[in-house]
């Protein structure tokens, strides 16, 4: 039995015949955030969506709490994933408390994670600005108590202020909940703030595990397998 939440090993992906993850081994711990950082196109989406189940062709082995997370994204998603896609995923037509609703949650449980949108539930989800938008997905995820959530990229597009908001219900809950969070992120600062730990990911594999009080000082590091460049680790 795996201690950690989730424990991937010898992940490969990829789309047709291009290979695009080649060995990925990672682990979260329960209430754990765990920043995926890598280069664009270096296959950090990929590997949140390879976990959730949408790249059918991955091979390798999840765990989720020691046993197999495999089939379908429901299946998945069933089995304790929460996944939170750059785009927010929620229907622009339909109200928020609807959104909450065809997720089959009560629309009320997000005013505990976000109050501040009490005045929003009757009001079309794509009127929402960006920031709120992200709120309800998020909240949608962690409402559910999954084992671990995969989000891409928490912050995009969101102002300093709306992305600390965000950051600190998702470090806030995961913590309070024992969630595993494995969020992918663009930026060592945000990631900083955000992960208890970080994986870079570079070369189809992950080339540096890092404690957060070791991501600012070895960011040359970092860098490094941002550039392609080798790394002594
Ligand atoms: N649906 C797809 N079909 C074909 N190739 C894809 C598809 N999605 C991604 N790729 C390719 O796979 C590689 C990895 O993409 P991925 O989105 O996982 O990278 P990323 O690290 O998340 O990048 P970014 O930081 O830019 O979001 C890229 O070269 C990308 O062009």
Redesign the pocket.
Known sequence: MSRAALSVRGLRAG?GR?Q?LHDVNLDVQAGEVLALL?R???????TLLSIAGFIPDATGTILLHGKPLRGTPHQRARAGTGLVIKGRSLFASLTVAENMTLAGLKPEALLEIFPELQRRLSVKAGQLSGGEQQMVAVARALIRRPRIVLLDELTFGLSPAMSRRVVDAVTTQAKADGIAVLA?E?HIHIAERIATHAAIIGEGTVRLHLRRDEMLKRSDEIEAIYLGRPVDV
């Open positions: 789309y291009r695009v890598g664009n196109g270096a296959g950090k989406s990929t992918v663009q």
